[in-house]
């Protein structure tokens, strides 16, 4: 069977040149999918399922590190970029590679040759090597939902509160409902603690989404998003206190 790919680099010409040389020099690869940016590219890779990613860092919307961060796990990646500012020499004995633009034939058959050694594995944990790049910024900005008997999309600066129970954890919108495949505990750790504010055990809330917090006689807080009445536990009430 055909391994498949992707291709994202917002630059069209670019993204040409690259599925070219893989057609001349990878003629079994299928490429399923271009994108021209990191969201386009992230979407591409839930909704295809590629063996392969060949990713610009530089991209908007999303990075080519912010994807990989997001995706780990479902597939390889390939690196690509103009600048050598990064420890080229971290992935070169790593199942993920890291290619130089313009990337040239035979650096692209070194990693073909070591991409094909490892398609029968699943790819190395990606977190051990984006913490090597202690600069770059990795909030996560997008969601992975269940929707029906998909998986979607959904932009984190939508969401006003994020809630969980013993079976799953879920994502709210206006009032809507969007169940996650992620324990609160790993979503409180990639998510900005500026914007994103634990009031419960089992509850995280946007600032900015609070229209109202309410005092009960007993002491009690409560926030209010909307219709939704959320309480804070005693545990958390020391965020909301003024000096």
């Known amino acids: 069977m055909r391994p ?24 079994d690869l299928n490429i399923i999918h271009q994108a021209n940016n990191g969201v386009e590219a992230l979407k591409a890779i839930i909704k295809h399922q590629p063996e392969i990613a060949f990713l610009d860092i530089n991209m908007p919307g999303l990075s080519g590190l912010e994807v990989a961060e997001q995706c780990k796990g479902e597939c390889h990646i390939v690196f690509i970029t103009a600048y050598d500012q990064y420890a080229i020499e971290a992935f070169e004995n790593e199942a993920i590679d890291y290619l130089l633009k313009p990337v040239n034939r ?12 490892r398609l029968e594995n699943r790819p190395q944990n990606l977190s051990q090597l984006l913490s090597r790049f202690p600069d770059q910024k990795r909030e996560l900005k997008w969601l992975k939902v269940v929707h029906q008997e998909e998986v979607i999309l959904i932009n984190v600066d939508d969401v006003d509160y994020f809630r969980s129970s013993d079976k799953y954890t879920s994502a709210y919108i206006k009032g809507k409902e969007h169940i996650l495949r992620s324990s609160l505990k790993k979503l409180e750790s990639q998510l900005d603690p500026n914007q994103f504010w634990r009031i419960h055990r089992s509850t995280l809330v946007k600032v900015t989404a609070i229209e109202s917090i309410t005092k009960t006689l007993s002491g009690q807080l409560f926030i209010h998003i909307g219709k939704h009445q959320l309480p804070v536990s005693r545990a958390y009430q020391g965020v909301f206190k003024q000096d």
Not at 6 to 25: C, G, Q, T
Not at 106 to 117: D, F, G, M, Q
């Open 4 to 27: 498949s790919a992707i291709i994202a680099d917002d630059e069209p010409a670019l993204r040409e040149y690259l599925f070219k040389l893989l057609n001349e020099n990878w003629p």
């Open 106 to 117: 035979e650096r692209l058959l070194e990693t073909r040759k070591r991409i094909e050694a």
